[in-house]
């Protein structure tokens, strides 16, 4: 693909509106536009990111046996007033009424809405557990959305439902999902923290949130620093490693500002432990038993009795994640952005110097193109007249994480290959396609 013909409008300058980095870089990047407070387009570098994420999120759902449905944005109001949360939920809530004067709402989650899928499909516990999500926008109206998709109104989110028969059995599945929010992150190169956190409007008694660590994060984080070093890579999806997992994490203090208490953060942490900073809520999973099942009725037959399912939620802010990526990789100061691999627009980019009166370096540019094309990279060729530098700060600015420089004495043999924020390197096309290739093994 050419640059010239992409649909990247680069701004020269940050928008004087934008706050933080991750808005800052979007709108400087033409990732989005703003369509209206707290509502943007997204445009297709900016799309293209956002899909790599949501394909990751969806791997690892898939991987813990969760099955994907699509749920409408719009809901009836009637299920809502049935679990009690239609007055409860607030002002973010967008309500309207169809030409028949029915009170709908835009969803901003879909508690009530699986639980009615649910009750109205399953009868008998032997068909449980079940673990339903998708992965749709949903509208909550902000007072002040403010740092672009950071705290906007309309955002794009996987949502996930469980549905067991015992509190244990109802365990068992929330600590899957606690594992492929874990690994989840970790593809995306993000060192995300289980944190004991609040419920809020959703309910329960039990919550985590994932917590990336970030400067401007609204979230104020109290931890032991030793919780970065659990390892989950040999956890299996089963009953007693999944558990054990959980209990690797929470022997250690790590809660949000809703949770923190001085006296308990003091006793169980030693001063050199201590970890108290900002950070980024990626990711929340609740269980909250029967709160929808009950006043819902969704029970199913347990041995001839009526038995209310236990039900937990889980979600991913699919779209939030783009700029929470953004705020961990993105070097202000030297403005250069490097995308993990995994959810990078482009694997490369090909910086050709050229010309008006030699067009010969384009040529050489398309022919690796090509030949990088049947490895089935995604390729980015600058075919601009611009200057060497003003390219090589262009793309940092772009964050695609490697460049193939084409100069004046461009050797086929040994090719100029370059990784944002490291040195160059001379090596071969062959040499060239296995770095990458590596690279994109790792997630």
């Known amino acids: 693909m050419y640059f010239s013909k992409t649909f990247i409008p680069i701004l020269k300058n940050n928008p004087s509106e934008a706050k933080i980095k991750s808005h800052q870089l979007m709108l400087r990047t033409g990732m989005i536009k703003q369509s209206s407070a707290g509502i943007y387009s997204w445009l297709p570098l900016g799309f293209k990111v956002m899909k790599k994420i949501e394909q990751i999120v969806r791997d690892e759902q898939n991987k813990v046996g969760v099955q994907e449905i699509l749920m409408p944005t719009i809901q009836s109001s009637d299920i809502w007033k049935e679990s009690g949360r239609y007055e409860d939920y607030g002002e973010e809530m967008l309500r309207i009424k169809d030409r028949q004067n029915r009170e709908l709402l835009y969803g901003p989650t879909n508690e009530e809405l699986v639980t009615e899928i649910f009750r109205s499909s399953i009868k008998s516990y032997k068909s449980l557990p079940q673990l339903l999500y998708h992965i749709q926008w949903k509208f909550r109206d902000e007072l002040r959305p403010r740092f672009g998709i950071m705290r906007c109104r309309e955002f794009y989110m996987k949502d996930a439902y469980s549905f067991d028969i015992s509190d244990e059995e109802a365990s068992y599945s929330y600590n899957k999902f606690f594992l492929a929010y874990l690994n989840t992150f970790k593809r995306m190169e993000l060192s995300a923290i289980p944190m004991a956190a609040d419920t809020g409007p959703i309910g329960g008694n039990l919550s985590h949130e994932f917590i990336i660590l970030a400067d401007t994060g609204e979230s104020k984080i109290f931890t032991d620093k030793r919780i970065f070093e659990v390892d ?206 590596n690279q994109k093994k790792i997630d």
């Not at 694997?347 to 049947?374: F, H, M, Q, T």
């Not at 600058?382 to 084409?406: H, M, V």
């Not at 004495?409 to 096309?429: G, Q, R, T, V, Y």
């Open 232 to 437: 989950s890579s040999k956890t299996k999806i089963e009953k007693n490693s999944l558990s054990q997992l959980r209990n690797d994490f929470e022997k250690y203090y790590a809660v949000t500002d809703e949770k923190y208490n001085k006296y308990d953060f003091e006793k169980n942490v030693l001063m050199e432990n201590r970890l108290q900073t900002k950070g980024i809520e990626v990711g929340h999973i609740f269980y909250f038993g029967d709160k929808y099942s009950k006043p819902m009725n969704a029970s199913v037959d347990y041995n001839g009795k009526k038995e209310f399912v236990k039900m937990g939620s889980y979600g991913i802010g699919v779209s939030r994640l783009v700029g929470a990526i953004i705020e961990a990789k993105y070097d202000e100061k030297n403005e250069i952005m490097k995308w993990p691999m995994s959810v990078s627009p482009y694997d490369c980019s090909i910086l050709p110097i050229i010309n008006k009166s030699d067009g010969s370096n384009l040529e050489k540019a398309l022919n690796i193109y090509n030949v990088l094309k049947k490895q089935n990279f995604d390729i980015l060729v600058d075919d601009t007249e611009e200057n060497l530098s003003s390219k090589i700060k262009k793309f940092n600015l772009l964050g695609i994480p490697n460049q193939i420089i084409i100069g004046k004495n461009f050797n086929d043999k040994k090719i100029e290959f370059k990784e944002i924020n490291k040195e160059p390197i001379f090596i071969s096309l062959d040499e060239i396609i296995n770095k990458i290739n």
